[in-house]
T-cell receptor, first 117, second 110 residues
Framework: EAEVAQSPRYKITEKSQAVAFWCDPI?????LYWYRQILGQGPELLVQ????????DSQLPKDRFSAERLKGVDSTLKIQPAELGDSAMYLCASSLRGTGNVWETQYFGPGTRLLVL | AQRVTQPEKLLSVFKGAPVELKCNYS??????LFWYVQYSRQRLQLLLR??SRESIKGFTADLNKGETSFHLKKPFAQEEDSAMYYCALSGLSGNTPLVFGKGTRLSVIA
């Protein structure tokens, strides 16, 4: 069964360093989401892609976070510089394109747990 | 504003007892409601969604628009139901992101 892949699974870094996370969605899934989950909270959307285009990045802290999906397949989320408050689980999810009122199931990856020291 | 509230962080029940995980929401319009589950060392996965009106692993959820609630219920809890449960909502149009509650950890005691 196809799954969303993420790497690395764990990342420890010092504040002010740069970090990058990678996500490979399920093949054929046009929509890709990055969520951040702080300990004790539910996931919160950072950015949504439809193919290679950003659909929603209103909650992405653009002064330090960037995301790209150059060929509309895999995606990279970068933080530079990392801050202590960025410690969290970063989840990637993907879904089929979806049209009209058809809501397509989002499938989640295992996540990357980031610890900033 | 879109918001999902799960009032219980932890719910402990005995095996065979009924389970009800509470979820209330606020949304301007008619949202689609979901329950996601995360078992130990596994990824977050969809348990059920309102529009499907189905029962998954013995769980059901009824949407009460008057009370803006979408509580998850199971008549007889099993040990394998122990997990983290998240209530979530989205807009009705295709491919809108999910808004999650903070989650409830269900512990089923043998």
């Amino acid at each position: 069964e196809a799954e969303v892949a993420q790497s690395p699974r764990y990342k420890i870094t010092e504040k002010s360093q740069a970090v990058a996370f990678w996500c490979d969605p399920i093949s054929g899934h046009a929509t890709l989401y990055w969520y951040r989950q702080i300990l004790g909270q539910g996931p919160e959307l950072l950015v949504q892609f439809q193919d290679e285009s950003v659909v929603d990045d209103s909650q992405l802290p653009k002064d330090r976070f960037s995301a790209e999906r150059l060929k509309g397949v895999d995606s990279t989320l970068k933080i530079q510089p990392a801050e202590l408050g960025d410690s969290a689980m970063y989840l990637c999810a993907s879904s089929l394109r979806g049209t009209g009122n058809v809501w397509e199931t989002q499938y989640f990856g295992p996540g990357t747990r980031l610890l900033v020291l | 504003a879109q918001r999902v509230t799960q009032p219980e962080k932890l719910l402990s029940v005995f095996k065979g007892a009924p389970v009800e995980l509470k979820c209330n929401y606020s949304y301007s319009g008619s949202p689609e409601l979901f329950w996601y589950v995360q078992y130990s060392r596994q990824r977050l996965q969809l348990l059920l969604r309102h529009i499907s009106r189905e029962s998954i692993k013995g769980f059901t959820a009824d949407l009460n628009k008057g009370e803006t609630s979408f509580h998850l219920k199971k008549p007889f809890a099993q040990e394998e139901d122990s997990a983290m449960y998240y209530c979530a909502l989205s807009g009705l149009s295709g491919n809108t992101p999910l808004v999650f509650g903070k989650g409830t950890r269900l512990s089923v005691i043998a």
